[in-house]
Each structure stands twice: as C-alpha cells, then as structure tokens.
C-alpha cells in the first residue's frame, strides 16, 4: 500500500530556514506530479508547489525566490527548501503525490512554525 513519510518540520525564526522531505514507498504505479500543500489554522489548504515528473514547477506566487521544489526520482522523494522564512508560512505542510493512473496520496502533514 503506498505510503506517504514527510519529515523537515520545526520551530525556525524569521529569515530562517528549513527543508522538508516527503519519501513515497509501496507505489504500485509511477509518479507524475509532487507536490507541497500547506494549511494554516483557521484558513483553506492551499498549494506551495509541484514538481511534474518532466521537471516542471509551479508555484504561489508568496513563496517564489524564497522556497524551491526539488525531486530525488530514484528514491520517490520530493523536497522543499525554504528560505527567508516569514511568520506567515506557518503551517501544517502536506506533500501530495499524483500517480500516473490518476491515485492521489497525501502524507501525514508535518508543522512550520516560524516565530516573529
């Protein structure tokens, strides 16, 4: 059964940074699109950024130049590296996976939380 392990999270302070990992095992089909979705308390789920399976990336225009999404295909891992971080990327992080055949996983979400 596929399975979603993010790791990276913490308490960082503004201008910090951090890098989250999210390793997908037990994929009985292959990977198209990685992604990094964040939840703040009290708002909707919102996208950060994904990665395709080509390579290409799209992200919310709050985190560009300051977090980069990156992909490990070998080892089914997507990053996000987060730099210059501002009290208001705190969030539960979520990384999502699109297979191939059309399945998505989410993993078990892992807390940013970054103090003024």
């Known amino acids: 059964q596929a399975q979603l392990v993010a790791s990276g999270g913490g308490l960082v302070q503004a201008g910090g940074s951090l890098r989250l990992s999210c390793a997908a095992s037990?994929?009985?089909?292959?990977?198209?699109?990685m992604s990094w979705y964040r939840q703040a308390p009290g708002k909707q789920r919102e996208l950060v950024a994904t990665i395709t399976s080509g390579g290409t990336i799209n992200s919310v225009d709050s985190v560009k130049g300051r977090f980069t999404i990156s992909r490990d295909n070998a080892k089914n891992t997507v990053y996000l590296q987060m730099n210059n971080l501002k009290p208001e990327d705190t969030a539960v992080y979520y990384c999502?996976?699109?297979?191939?055949?059309?399945?998505?996983?989410w993993g078990q979400g892992t807390q940013v939380t970054v103090s003024s």
């Open positions: 037990g994929m009985t089909f292959g990977i198209n699109a």
């Open positions: 999502r996976v699109l297979s191939t055949i059309g399945s998505i996983y």
